[in-house]
């Protein structure tokens, strides 16, 4: 067995923006770059009832950002499809998490994806009533992504592979 504890998988979601805009293949250099490798992905248009799933069910998003939000982001996330991706290795959740930057492309930091690809701020998005354009979906924590991959993934679409890189790299 060559996967250690510290190996995890966490799940990206490249969102209508990124799809529209047509620069997914350069965002997912961004996280294949520093060694993250995908163990699934495909392309979806999901349903109302799937985000909802995903940003409330799992994501609690109401209780932490409103009502008005949830909605606006739910009907952002309807129009186009999405790709979700999953990617494995050294405490993923976490270091995808930092490489996505924070919610706010405003207030992310500069070199991460929500920085470096778009600007736009909270407020500008709430007065045009759309969900805040961030590119990527990342999830939150161990429990999240377990869940999130869960919810998306079926065990055989799920591949366990080691990259060639991972010769340098124990
Ligand atoms: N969002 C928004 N307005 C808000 C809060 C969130 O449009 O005031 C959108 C934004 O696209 C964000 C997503 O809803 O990525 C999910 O919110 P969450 O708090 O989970 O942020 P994330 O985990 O994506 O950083
Ligand atoms: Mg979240």
Do not use: C
């Amino acid at each position: 067995m060559w996967k250690m504890a510290k190996i995890q998988r966490t799940l990206v979601v490249l969102k209508p923006d990124s799809v529209g805009r047509s620069i997914v293949g350069e965002i997912i250099s961004r996280f294949e770059r520093t060694g993250l490798h995908i163990a699934a992905m495909k392309m979806l248009q999901p349903s109302k009832d799937f985000f909802y799933y995903h940003y409330e069910t799992i994501g609690t998003m109401i209780s932490r950002r409103g009502e008005k939000a949830f909605n606006r982001q739910l009907n952002t996330m309807m129009k186009m499809p999405v790709i979700a991706i999953i990617f494995e290795w050294v405490e993923a959740v976490e270091y995808v998490r930092k490489l996505v930057g924070s919610t706010e492309p405003k207030a992310a930091a500069p070199g991460t994806i929500r920085w470096d690809y778009a600007h736009m701020s909270f407020d500008y998005a709430d007065e045009v009533d759309i969900g805040v354009p961030n590119l990527v979906h990342a999830s939150g924590s161990v429990e999240e992504a377990e869940k999130e991959i869960a919810h998306r993934f079926k065990k055989e679409e799920i591949f366990d592979y080691k990259p060639l890189h991972h010769a340098f790299t124990r």
